[in-house]
């Protein structure tokens, strides 16, 4: 399985960005992953930002809420975070993710995730 995301960039505070990641793979069931975005910044632990469930449900980090967007193309087999007013503080690379898990205590946590992104950058300048 092969996850790509891409869409990062430079942005100033307050700006829009929408990352998108692609999943590919033989006899990869991609309606049936849980898709997750975490997000690591530099000398921080990787944190979790946003997930879409294989059955719909969506859940947010607190501090995102309001202003990311996830959302999934099942036809497609892509992920996207739509990501608005955009604070320094979101500077980070940012991780796709695919799992299955089916415990909800580890939707936001790297254990539940078996399949990962390479990364893409985002700056936010204040």
């Known amino acids: 399985v092969l996850l790509q995301a891409y869409g990062g960039g430079w942005v100033q505070a307050g700006g829009s960005l929408r990352l998108s990641c692609a999943a590919s793979?033989?006899?990869?069931?991609?309606?049936?992953?849980?898709l997750a975005w975490f997000r690591q910044a530099p000398g921080k632990e990787r944190e979790f930002v946003a997930v879409?469930?294989?059955?719909?449900?969506?859940y947010y980090e607190d501090s995102v809420k309001g202003r990311f967007t996830i959302s999934r193309d099942n036809a497609q087999n892509t992920v996207d975070l739509q990501m608005n007013s955009l604070k320094p503080e979101d500077t980070a690379v940012y991780y796709c993710?695919?799992?299955?898990?089916?415990?909800?205590?580890?939707?936001?946590?790297?254990?539940?995730?078996?399949?990962w992104g390479q990364g893409t950058q985002v700056t936010v300048s204040s």
């Open positions: 879409h469930r294989w059955n719909g449900y969506t």
């Open positions: 793979g033989r006899d990869f069931n991609f309606r049936s992953y849980n």
């Open positions: 993710a695919a799992g299955r898990s089916t415990i909800m205590s580890t939707l936001r946590a790297v254990s539940g995730y078996d399949y």
